[in-house]
Nanobody
Framework: QVQVLESGGGMVQAGGSLRLSCVVS????????MNWYRQAPGKQRELVAT???????NYPDSVKGRFAISRDNAKNTVYLQMNGLKPEDTAVYYC????????????????WGQGTQVTVSS
C-alpha cells in the first residue's frame, strides 16, 4: 500500500517562508512526476508546482519566483520551498505523485496526500 504524507504547514506572517515536505512510502518501484497543488476555501484546486522525474519544473505565474520544488529521490521525498508568502497563498496544500508499483508492470498510478494547511496572515 502506498502512502503520501505531507508535513511542514503552519501559520506565518506575510513575507515569511515555509518549507513543505512530502514522503511517498510503501511497496513502489519508481516515482514519476511529483506535484504540489493547493485549494483555498471556496476555490478549485490549483497546481502550484510540477517536478518531473527528469528534473524539469513548472510553476504558474502566481508563485513563480517565490516557490521552488525539489526532490530527494533516495528518500522518495518532494519539497516545496515557499518564500515571500502572501495572504492569498493561504490554502490546504496537497502532494501528488505518479507511482510505478512493480518493475514488471509499467502501469502508473496516482496518489494524493491528505493535505497540510498553510495560513498567511497580513
Amino acid at each position: 500500500q502506498v502512502q503520501v504524507l505531507e508535513s511542514g504547514g503552519g501559520m506565518v506572517q506575510a513575507g515569511g517562508s515555509l518549507r513543505l515536505s512530502c514522503v511517498v512510502s510503501g511497496n513502489i518501484f519508481s516515482i514519476g512526476n511529483m506535484n504540489w497543488y493547493r485549494q483555498a476555501p471556496g476555490k478549485q484546486r490549483e497546481l502550484v508546482a510540477t517536478l518531473t522525474s527528469g528534473g524539469s519544473t513548472n510553476y504558474p505565474d502566481s508563485v513563480k519566483g517565490r516557490f521552488a520544488i525539489s526532490r530527494d529521490n533516495a528518500k522518495n521525498t518532494v519539497y516545496l520551498q515557499m518564500n515571500g508568502l502572501k495572504p492569498e497563498d493561504t490554502a490546504v496544500y496537497y502532494c501528488y505523485a505518479i507511482v510505478q508499483l512493480e518493475s514488471r508492470r509499467p502501469n502508473m498510478y496516482q496518489y494524493w496526500g491528505q493535505g497540510t494547511q498553510v495560513t498567511v496572515s497580513s
